[in-house]
Nanobody, 121 residues
Framework: QVQLVESGGDLVQPGGSLRLSCAASGSAFSFYSMGWYRQAPGKQRELVASVISIGNTNYADSVKGRFTISRDNAKNTVYLQMSSLKPEDTAVYYC???????????????WGQGTQVTVSS
């Protein structure tokens, strides 16, 4: 079992920056992919950014050039660096990981609890 703890959400003015963190702990595992999703009120949850185990990254068109996903393997943590924030970035952001637990062949998926990002003047 893996637990994810998200942090970093805040109220920020347009044009500001935030860094979200998602720390994984629990059973021994290896990462297959990591991603950040967001969901605004009245809208579907959408993929914001993802990275696969070999390091290739993918971004939603709406955040390209502004957001960067990264990971620190030593800390079992994935980050989302957000800059030039816009009001439309306001949402609850969720960390998602897909891992193989030690001794298991299946791939398991885990979600963080969500962290609120509000961009407003």
């Amino acid at each position: 079992q893996v637990q994810l703890v998200e942090s970093g959400g805040d109220l920020v003015q347009p044009g500001g920056s935030l860094r979200l963190s998602c720390a994984a702990s629990g059973s021994a595992f290896s990462f297959y992919s990591m991603g950040w999703y967001r969901q605004a009120p009245g809208k579907q949850r959408e993929l914001v950014a993802s990275v696969i185990s070999i390091g290739n990254t993918n971004y939603a068109d709406s955040v390209k050039g502004r957001f960067t996903i990264s990971r620190d393997n030593a800390k079992n943590t994935v980050y989302l660096q957000m800059s030039s924030l816009k009001p439309e970035d306001t949402a609850v952001y969720y960390c998602n990981i897909r891992v193989r637990l030690l001794g298991r062949t299946r791939i398991d998926e885990y979600w963080g609890q969500g962290t609120q990002v509000t961009v407003s003047s």
